[in-house]
């Protein structure tokens, strides 16, 4: 599994890794969707994309999740199985792709928001390592 969900006081965190920057944001937003249920159901729900761009890949990695976050309030529904794509020009572009799972198809608990809180995303020499800490 690439990522693993931390206890981190009353909130949560996500330690993910991944062979390239794609991977590894891929892998924090599937530990995002992780710590808002136990159980995703491998069907059902609409895949969908959307776009986020910024000045560097920490505040790039923070708007892709926060948008995330976004989607399951305005869709009602919590994404799953995501795919990315980044590329710069002129700043960090990300292409976003998810499959909605109904809320109502699962029992979900509620993550506030994304934080800036000891964040860290470093390439290392085996790929990517990303750490986000989650309000819950």
């Known amino acids: 599994m690439p990522y693993e969900l931390r206890a981190h006081t009353a909130d949560i965190a996500v330690e993910a ?48 999740l926060d948008e995330l976050i976004y989607q399951r309030d305005v869709r009602e529904v919590l994404p799953a199985d995501h795919e990315v ?22 029992e979900a608990r509620e993550i506030k928001a994304v934080t800036y809180s000891e964040m860290r995303l470093e390439e290392t020499d085996d790929g990517w390592v990303a750490y986000v800490v989650f309000d819950v």
């Open 85 to 106: 794509r980044i590329h710069w020009k002129d700043e960090w572009i990300l292409e976003g792709y998810a499959r909605g799972v109904p809320l109502d198809a699962v």
């Open 17 to 64: 890794s991944g062979e390239s920057i794609e991977a590894v944001f891929a892998a924090v937003a599937d530990g995002l969707t992780a710590a808002h249920c136990e159980e995703i159901p491998a069907q059902g729900g609409d895949r969908f994309g959307f776009g986020v761009h910024a000045e560097s890949r920490e505040a790039l990695l923070f708007d892709y």
